[in-house]
Structures are given as structure tokens and as C-alpha cells.
């Protein structure tokens, strides 16, 4: 700034600066610099001045302030020391600065991030009760973030349950299940229940039988591993004797913890299930109206279809009421009183009360089977509905072909709907058989080429996996429902809308192709369909180039096997290797006599719609081998288990029909086996009674012997067997303890053993089962050892067993558990059976351990079926445990075993009266291949 100055003004800037600072501040002049500038004349020039220095004018009205210090603003000198004074502002002025306008600070209140929380986990809450949808439900937890206020989470949630009905409450526990852990940590879980003790107080105020509910939820919680058992003791510690938290603490233990099965109890006091199936809903309907009619309490009736907490299911109400109704003419009245009221206090809404006339009238064809005169009372009931004000006035009963076709639209709006749902539960489940069910129940097979659309257009939109799972449903539907001209309607539907198609998937042209050529390999279609197919598409369309590109992949060389394997692999095998996979599949079954793992292998084939060659084989080859017996329990347990389906055994059964006379010729009694075969399925249900029969087009006689001759040639057979197996019924006992344990509650089978090398022996036909063996070595081997590592994860969770446990596997074939052991920790680790594999399994009988007293911290078994002496099993298990040790055993309670097994446990209390030394931690229900019971053991200390 000094550069625009005269020597003079420096001088006097000077001195003013050095004055200004020796007064004090209330002394000092408002401005000197100013006091000592020259005078600038109406010309412009400066008198007395050196040199003339030019001052411009602000033109905004106000004094020519600046900033502190000069250099305030352009043609402003800088003042030296104070720039106070007043000064006017014209916002009219061209070069008005709002920035200059006086302002004021003013205070806002900042929202409290907890109650922000507590409102948006009260939304999370209210939604979940509503959709039941547990994974959008900590999805959303996850999003809201601050997971330091996650006890307040499960405190709302809690609270806002216990308020509710079961169904609401059980929904809880399961939600606070999913989150342990992935979502909420357990230190929270903990706080979230401390949240809930100490407000135990607040809630008896609305909620009369709090206590006893907080209480359930406690136990439930520590039941489902999500709170410590050691919690309970912590939290009476720290509450007010006085207090209701303290009487919750004490109700969980006593009335819920401590008694016998408790697990189960707890689990199931609240129906042990979130969500109420449709029928369960449709049997409360039909006892409301049932007692309804019966009382004619209209607002009783009311109260209980309100109750139901399903409005979006209240036209089955009024489709029920009024079936009623036609069904009982005097219960009429009653009937259409109940609907009005419900209307009237908006109870059913208009739309339901329309949709539930509107299945009724769809339905009336089949109703008039059962109500000849229903469509006569349901015209009569429509009018009355209607001037009752309770019926929307648009409703009528369509006639004509306009009508119809509102009937029809409606119908294939319906259809699919329900079509979306069953196809995402097949891609879910993989359940072919349960797909044909339902597909059936809708009873609309005009709309199978629709239903092809929606499966190949899902599917497009998913990965590989789902696509194969596409693929082989076609060939299981075009075998047990569709037409060709079903698929190739289908597929004429799907390439006319293919340019639409490729707007949401790129490359839809491409996989359209592929599921065409798929399905000629699959012989869904053949060759000649895919002409008749682009006749029907309009030219030069993208359709007709999906339908080129398809032809010119089926020609391609090796078409076949990369067609197959177009999705990456799965069931897409060739006719021949299907069958050589089942012949082999077979063999394998002939030699190990395992009913369960060859049903197992049936299923893994994933060929759900070519089961009819197993039907085929295994009949075939019980003619051939003599191994009838061992065939038809294979065909009874597949079917009883659902592999194979009435439909695939009957094709099987008229596929060996057809092919007797070629099979007589190497199997002179062929038909006369058949016929055995055919009556043996007739008695266990394969087939229909008489249809079954007509379709296989028997005209077999059977002869009817006198009694007389019956009963002698009976008597003879029977003389015979005695004579030719006479140890069968004359053997003695192996041991008065077996029969001792039988009449506990565990039924000994002697297999007829001659001696205990015997019963090893058989033992060992399994287990020295070098097919077998392979199966467990291989594909079985990750999946179990997956499974039982899951297993013992969740007892090491518990406290029941840790990484420093010396631990042993019973019965442990080769050494799957062992491996899983050592898998989560546990290296210290072995197993015993008859048959060694080290180094994971050594050799020894689990009824003489061949190791001393004490040995081991934890043992587990899932062969106690296995047992001959499940005395000396429970007691070898009890000498070589440690004080305060851990045994775990996987029993079948009255389930089905394998032909090895020795035993049969028909409850648990026999299990637990054989350990003499030992109490029972813990008993759950389980999923463990074929056994269905855990049961937890510890060794008293002293």
C-alpha cells in the first residue's frame, strides 16, 4: 500500500502509527489517517499536495469504509486503526453484497441418534410381524447400521411380541435366532435381555402375565444356544430380590430349564412354527362357520375370523360361508346375516367379498357334482348380496361368450400367478414330483405351453444351474404331462416375444437356441418340430434366426455330449450312460444289501423322469439273479420315500410286460414272476387297483386251491423249514442280559448268531464292503464330513467340547468324524472299528475299548444301533471317559435301520437307564443320516 503514497503522508502514517499505539484503546482517535489526508476540491485536485491523487465516490450511500488495516475495497483508502461507524445498505444499489447484511446465530436442537434408531428398528419390527421375512429383515438391520444400540433392537422386539399372539411371538425367537451372531453379536444379545430384566417392572403394567412370558423367551432363548445357561445365575445376582426381573430369572429355571425335555417344550409352547399353513387356516374357517351355524352368535363369529389376522385370506370365508349355505338351506339366513355384518363393519373388504363370489362361480361346475342345484342358489344369493349393499353392484353373473371370457381371463390371470410361485419352489427345492403335483391340483393342461414360457423365461434370468434344472424338468414333464405339441407351442411363444426378451437379457437369443437344441437332444422334440416351429414365426425375425442357430448346433459334430453339458454339467446324461449308471446302481445294491443308499444313489441321479428304467432293471434283474425279495423292498422303500412315482412305476411295469415273451425266452417262469410281481404292488399300493391292472393289460388267472389242500400244503412247507433250519427257532439266547435289556425297551435282534464271532462276522460284511468303502472315501467323504463338523461346532459352542479335548469317534468306519473333528480344532483326536484305517482310525470293538480307564474327554457314536450288548457298549463308554467327561450319542428312536443293525431303541429312556454313571445334558431332534435323536451325556465328577 505505501507505493501509492506521498513521502509526506508516509511520514505522517508513521507517526500516527507509533501515537495510536501509546494510547490506550478508549483514547485513541476513530481515525488519523483520514485527519491528515488533503482535502480533494469540487475539480478534483489536491491542494497542497505534491502530487494530485484521485478518489473515487462510493456509489451504494454509505461512507467509504474498509477494511481494517487499508486496502478495504476498490478506490477505498484503508483505514489505520478503527473501522467503526454506521452505515446504510440499499439493496436497490447495483453493487449490493448480501454478504454485508448483519446476521445472528441462532441454536438448533441436534436429534438424539438413539431415538432415531429406536423409530427406524420400530418400522423393521412392524414390517417383519407383517411379511414373515426373516432375511429382509436383517438385511435391513444391517443397513440402519449403529450397532451399538442393538439391545434396544431386541428389547422393542421383545416387548412389541409379548404384546402379541404366539405366531408373533414365536416369530421373534426365530428372528432373534437368524441375527445371533451374523448380525447382532452375542455380548448385545446379552444386553438386549438385561434391557428387558430390568424393565420387567414397566411391562407387568400392561402386560399382566409378563413375567411368565419374558420368562418363556428367556428359556427359549438359551435353548436356542443364543444366551448362555450361565446367564441366568449372573442376572439374578445383579437384580433387586424384590424386583419382577428377579421372579422372571426364577420362572425360566424352574418352570422351563428344569424339566424333563425341556428343549422340546420350549420350542414348541409356541407352536414351534411362524407362519400357518392354508389348510391349517382353511380347518379354523370351517370350524368358525361350523359353530356359527350352530349358535348364530353373529358378532362371536366375527371376533373369531378377526382374530384369524389373515384379511388378505377373507374370501375363503366367503367362499366357505356360502358352500355352507347352498349345503344347508336352513343355515341360509344365517349365512348371508354373517357376510352383511361383516361388511358393514368393513370386517371382509369389498374386494374379498367380491373374490370370494368370484371362486365360488368358478368352482360351480365341480360344486354341482356334491349340490346339484348350486348354480340355481347361487344365482338366487347373488341379487340378495347385492341390494343387501354388501355385494359391490358390478358384480353379475357373466353369461354368454362375453362372460365366458371374463371367466376364462381370469382363470389364466390365476394360473399365472401360481405358476411363478411353483416354479421359484422348484428352483428352490429341486422337487420335480411335488412340481407335477401341483401342476395337477391347478387342473389346467390347456396352458401347459404358458407354463413352458414362464419356466424357460425364469430361467433365463438365472444361473447355469437353474437352467439344467429347467432342461431336465421339461423331459419329466413331456414323459409325464406334456404333449410335443404342448413344447412346441411353448417354445413358438417364447421365440415370438424373444426381441422383447433380449431387451432385459443380452444374450437371450443364444440361450433360447440352446433350450431348443436341448430339448431335441432330450428328446422332447424332434428334428422335424423345429420346421413346424419357424413356420409359425414371422420371417426374417429374430425367432426364425433362434431357430437356425438351434439347427445348426444339433448337427454340429458331438452335439449330443456338449448339448448335455451345455449348462455346465449335471443330469443331462446320454440314454446309455443313464441306463449303465442304474444297471451299476443296482449291482452295487445286490452286493451290499443297503436299501438306504441305494435309494440315496436313485436320487442323486437326478433322472426323476427316466425312474421307470430302475423300475425296469430291478424287476428284470430279480427274475434273472433270484433276488426278488431284495428288488421289490428296493421298488417299496424308493416309493414309500417318493423317488419313484406311481406314474414311473406303472411305465416300468408295462416296459417288462411288454418285453416278456423276449424275456422267457432266457427266463423260462418269467410271466409267472411278473405276475408276483404285479400282486405284490398291487398290495402295497404302487398302483391303482383296477385302472393300474387295465392299463398293464394283465389277464393273468390266479387259482384258487380248496382250503383243505391250502392248510395241508401249508402245514407241509412249515414241517419242511423246521426240519431244514431248525437253530432258526431252537437257538438259545447269546446272553440273559439281552433278554434283560429287551424288556427295558430295546428289542435285541439275534440275526440268528451261533456265537459271538458270528455276530462280528456279519458286522464285518459291511464294513470290509470294498464298494462301499469306496462310496465313503469318495463322493461321501466332504459331505459328511461337513455335516458332522457342523455337528461338533455347535457342542464346542456349548462348552461341551474344545480344541485341547482328547477326543474318540465310535464305530467310525473311515474316519469321517475324525476328519471333521480335526477340522474345527481337535487334533487330539481317533476312531475305532473292526475294520482300522490310519491314521485316522484304529482297530477295536466298541464292546472291549482297547484303551484304559480315563482316557478321553469327549466320545461320540452314531452306531449304538450296531450294539449286541448295549450294556457293555454304554459301560466300555463310561471306563474310558474322564470325571465331568462328554459323551454324545446319535440314536433312531423307532426309525428305520439298516440289516446290520442289532438293535432297536423304541424310546429314549431305556438309553439313558444304561448309564449308570452319567446325566443327560442336553436332548434334541435331529437330521443325521437316517438317526433323528442327539442325545448329551456328562460323567458325574466323584
Request: hydrophobic fraction near 40%; glycine fraction near 6%; charge should be negative.
Amino acid at each position: 500500500m505505501e507505493g501509492f503514497l506521498t513521502d509526506e503522508q508516509r511520514e505522517m502514517m508513521k507517526k500516527a502509527t507509533q501515537t495510536a499505539d501509546d494510547l490506550p484503546p478508549s483514547q485513541k482517535p476513530h481515525s488519523v489517517l483520514l485527519e491528515h489526508l488533503p482535502k480533494v476540491s469540487a475539480g478534483g485536485k489536491a491542494s497542497g499536495a505534491s502530487n494530485a491523487v484521485k478518489h473515487r465516490r462510493s456509489h451504494a450511500g454509505r461512507s467509504t469504509r474498509s477494511k481494517k488495516d487499508g486496502c478495504g475495497g476498490k478506490g477505498n483508502w484503508g483505514k489505520l486503526i478503527d473501522t467503526d461507524g454506521d452505515y446504510h445498505i440499499d439493496r436497490n444499489d447495483p453493487n449490493y453484497d448480501s454478504g454485508e447484511e448483519p446476521f445472528e446465530l441462532v441454536g438448533a436442537t441436534l436429534s438424539d441418534p438413539l431415538d432415531d434408531y429406536k423409530k427406524a428398528a420400530a418400522s423393521i419390527i412392524n414390517e417383519y410381524f407383517s411379511t414373515g421375512d426373516v432375511d429382509v429383515a436383517a438385511a435391513d438391520l444391517i443397513e440402519l447400521g449403529s450397532s451399538e444400540y442393538h439391545p434396544y433392537f431386541i428389547k422393542r422386539l421383545v416387548s412389541v411380541a409379548m404384546d402379541r399372539h404366539d405366531k408373533e411371538k414365536e416369530m421373534a425367537s426365530v428372528l432373534l435366532s437368524a441375527l445371533y451372531a451374523d448380525v447382532i453379536n452375542p455380548n448385545q444379545i446379552r444386553d438386549g435381555f438385561v434391557l428387558l430384566l430390568e424393565s420387567a417392572d414397566d411391562f407387568v403394567v400392561d402386560i399382566p402375565d409378563a413375567v411368565n412370558v419374558l420368562a418363556l423367551f428367556l428359556a427359549r432363548a438359551v435353548v436356542d444356544d443364543i444366551l448362555p445357561p450361565a446367564f441366568l445365575p449372573r442376572a439374578a445376582k445383579a437384580l433387586p430380590v424384590t424386583s419382577k426381573g428377579y421372579q422372571v430369572v426364577q420362572t425360566a429355571e424352574k418352570s422351563y430349564l428344569s424339566a424333563a425335555h425341556h428343549a422340546e417344550l420350549v420350542e414348541r409352547r409356541w407352536g414351534g412354527q411362524t407362519r400357518t399353513t392354508v389348510e391349517e387356516v382353511k380347518k379354523k374357517i370351517a370350524d368358525i362357520l361350523n359353530e356359527y351355524v350352530e349358535t348364530g352368535e353373529t358378532y362371536e363369529a366375527c371376533r373369531c375370523v378377526r382374530e384369524l389376522g389373515v384379511s388378505f385370506f377373507h374370501h375363503e370365508v366367503v367362499k366357505r360361508a356360502l358352500v355352507t349355505a347352498m349345503e344347508n338351506h336352513a343355515a341360509e339366513g344365517l349365512v348371508l346375516k354373517l357376510l352383511k355384518e361383516a361388511a358393514s363393519e368393513n370386517l371382509i373388504s369389498s374386494s374379498q367379498m367380491v373374490k370370494g363370489f368370484s371362486r365360488l362361480r368358478e368352482s360351480l361346475d365341480d360344486l354341482a357334482l356334491d349340490i346339484p342345484s348350486a348354480r340355481t342358489k347361487f344365482d338366487l344369493i347373488v341379487p340378495k348380496a347385492v341390494s343387501g349393499g354388501w355385494l359391490d353392484a358390478s358384480f353379475g353373473y357373466p353369461s354368454g361368450e362375453c362372460g365366458r371370457q371374463q371367466i376364462e381371463d381370469e382363470k389364466l390371470k390365476r394360473f399365472k400367478e401360481d405358476i411363478v410361485t411353483i416354479i421359484h419352489e422348484y428352483f428352490n427345492s429341486d422337487d420335480i414330483p411335488e412340481l407335477i403335483r401341483s401342476l395337477e391340483d391347478l387342473g389346467a393342461p390347456e396352458y401347459n405351453p404358458i407354463f413352458l414360457k414362464k419356466l424357460i423365461t425364469l430361467a433365463l434370468d438365472r444361473k447355469n444351474h437353474e437352467k439344467e434344472m429347467a432342461s431336465v424338468l421339461l423331459s419329466s414333464l413331456h414323459i409325464e404331462m406334456f404333449t410335443t405339441e404342448d413344447v412346441a407351442d411353448g417354445f413358438v411363444m417364447l421365440l415370438e416375444s424373444a426381441e422383447d426378451t433380449a431387451l432385459d437379457i443380452l444374450d437371450a437369443s443364444n440361450e433360447l437356441a440352446l433350450f431348443l437344441a436341448r430339448a431335441v437332444i432330450d428328446d422332447v422334440l424332434a428334428p422335424f418340430n423345429l420346421e413346424e416351429i419357424c413356420s409359425k414365426l414371422r420371417p426374417n425375425s429374430s425367432g426364425t434366426e433362434t431357430v437356425k442357430m438351434a439347427r445348426s448346433l444339433i448337427f454340429a459334430r458331438h452335439a449330443g455330449e456338449r448339448l448335455l453339458r451345455c449348462w455346465g454339467g449335471g443330469s443331462g446324461w446320454a440314454v446309455e450312460d443313464a441306463k449303465d449308471k442304474i444297471s451299476n446302481l443296482l449291482e452295487e445294491y445286490e452286493s451290499s444289501g443297503l436299501v438306504s443308499e441305494a435309494c440315496k444313489c436313485i436320487h442323486e441321479l437326478g433322472m426323476p423322469f427316466f425312474n421307470h428304467e430302475v423300475v425296469k432293471k430291478a424287476l428284470v434283474m430279480g427274475m434273472e439273479k433270484k433276488k426278488d425279495k431284495m428288488m421289490l423292498d428296493l421298488l417299496q422303500e424308493s416309493f414309500g420315500e417318493g423317488l419313484i412315482t406311481t406314474n414311473q412305476m406303472t411305465k416300468g411295469f408295462t416296459r417288462v410286460k411288454d418285453g416278456l415273451e423276449d424275456l422267457a425266452l432266457d427266463i423260462p417262469n418269467a410271466k409267472e414272476k411278473f405276475k408276483d410281481y404285479v400282486e405284490h404292488g398291487k398290495k402295497n399300493g404302487w398302483r391303482q387297483q383296477e385302472s393300474e391292472v387295465s392299463k398293464l393289460k394283465m389277464k393273468f388267472v390266479i387259482p384258487k386251491l380248496p382250503f383243505t389242500l391250502s392248510l395241508l400244503l401249508s402245514l407241509s412247507l412249515l414241517i419242511i423249514f423246521l426240519f431244514a433250519f431248525p437253530t432258526t427257532f431252537l437257538r438259545r439266547p447269546l446272553s440273559s442280559s439281552v433278554i434283560a435289556v429287551a424288556d427295558e425297551g430295546i428289542r435285541i435282534r439275534h440275526h440268528g448268531y451261533s456265537s459271538y464271532e458270528a455276530y462280528i462276522k456279519h458286522q464285518l460284511n459291511k464294513t470290509q464292503n470294498p464298494k462301499l468303502r469306496k462310496v465313503w472315501t469318495t463322493r461321501d467323504w466332504d459331505r459328511k464330513v461337513r455335516v458332522f463338523s457342523t455337528f461338533f461346532r455347535r457342542l464346542s459352542d456349548r462348552g461341551l467340547l474344545s480344541n485341547q479335548s482328547k477326543a474318540l469317534s465310535i464305530g467310525a468306519r473311515v474316519g469321517q468324524e475324525v476328519a471333521a473333528l480335526r477340522l474345527i480344532g481337535v487334533e487330539d483326536s481317533v476312531g475305532i472299528d473292526l475294520v482300522p484305517r490310519p491314521p485316522l482310525v484304529v482297530k477295536g470293538d466298541f464292546h472291549a475299548q482297547p484303551f484304559d480307564e480315563e482316557t478321553f474327554d469327549f466320545e461320540f457314536s452314531n452306531v449304538f444301533d450296531h450294539a449286541l450288548y448295549p450294556e457293555k457298549f454304554v459301560g466300555e463308554i463310561e471306563r474310558t471317559l474322564k470325571p465331568g467327561g462328554v459323551c454324545v450319542l446319535h440314536v433312531s428312536i423307532s426309525g428305520k435301520t439298516d440289516k446290520y443293525s442289532a438293535n432297536d431303541l423304541f424310546s429314549v429312556k431305556p438309553l439313558v437307564n444304561l448309564f449308570k454313571r452319567s446325566k443327560v445334558v442336553e436332548m434334541r431332534k435331529i437330521d443325521g443320516f437316517g438317526l433323528d435323536t442327539e442325545i448329551v451325556f456328562r460323567k458325574n465328577i466323584n
